[in-house]
């Protein structure tokens, strides 16, 4: 039942900035945007999250749009170890549950 | 900080054997979550501790699953009997609740029920 759409698959050069969208066209006013990663083999990582107003880290940037109904997670300079399954998943601030869909791949070619 | 630390991180074992899963949680984290991941059904929650007390098991596939967190700083996931549809990958992740940061997760236990 997860609540955002996402590519299920992304191809992106090395060094380029990677920009990886995501609907979540139901969202309240309540709920934040969340962004983990999965690379092969590990647990999830969380990478990002905001409310409303656009939000930067030394991982990543995410851009949310006037009307919230969607977002976008900026890697600025992709690198091979960026390959991963990125989830974009919508959190109420009243609840504790994270519920991941299917992400998207993203493949960092060289 | 070590992280979230889960044990053991591979198990092999055979139908209808007992099972358990460990994890610490990071120092201060007060609250505790178990995932399952498969590749058909992909990240599920299985269950919810705050502050050692399981606040919801919706998640847990049935009375074979148990878990439980006698402290702060140790959780156990057990299966018993287990069943070649239990393997999977197992996740804990731990957060200070209420904070809003993002949750971090161990490296999980991969288990294969032969």
């Known amino acids: 039942d997860a609540k955002t759409t996402q590519p299920p698959s992304m191809d992106c050069a090395e060094g380029r900035a990677a920009n990886l969208p995501c609907n979540h066209s139901t969202i309240s006013g309540n709920e934040y945007v969340y962004w983990y990663r999965q690379i092969h083999s590990q647990g999830p990582q969380y990478i990002i999250h905001?409310?409303?107003n656009n939000e930067t880290n030394e991982m990543a940037s995410l851009i949310i749009t006037e009307d919230r109904k969607s977002s976008t997670l900026i890697l600025p300079h992709a690198t091979l170890r960026d390959t991963a399954v990125y989830y974009c998943?919508?959190?109420?601030?009243?609840?504790?549950?994270?519920?991941f869909g299917a992400g998207t791949t993203v493949t960092v070619r060289a | 900080d070590a992280g979230v630390i889960q044990s053991p991180r591979h198990e092999v074992t055979e139908m209808g054997q007992e099972v358990t899963l460990r994890c610490k949680p990071i120092?201060?984290?007060?609250?505790l979550f178990w995932y399952r991941q498969t590749m058909m059904r992909g990240l599920e929650l299985l269950i919810y501790f705050n502050n050692n007390v399981p606040i919801d098991d919706s998640g847990m596939p049935e009375d074979r699953f148990s878990a439980k967190m006698p402290n702060a700083s140790f959780s156990t996931l057990k299966i018993q009997p287990s069943e070649p549809r239990d393997s999977a990958v197992y996740f804990c992740?731990?957060?200070?609740?209420?904070?809003?940061?993002?949750?971090?997760f161990g490296s999980g236990t991969r288990l294969t029920v032969v």
């Open positions: 998943i919508v959190r109420d601030t009243n609840d504790y549950k994270l519920s």
């Open positions: 992740a731990s957060i200070f609740s209420p904070s809003l940061n993002g949750y971090t």
């Open positions: 120092s201060g984290h007060n609250s």
């Open positions: 905001g409310l409303k």
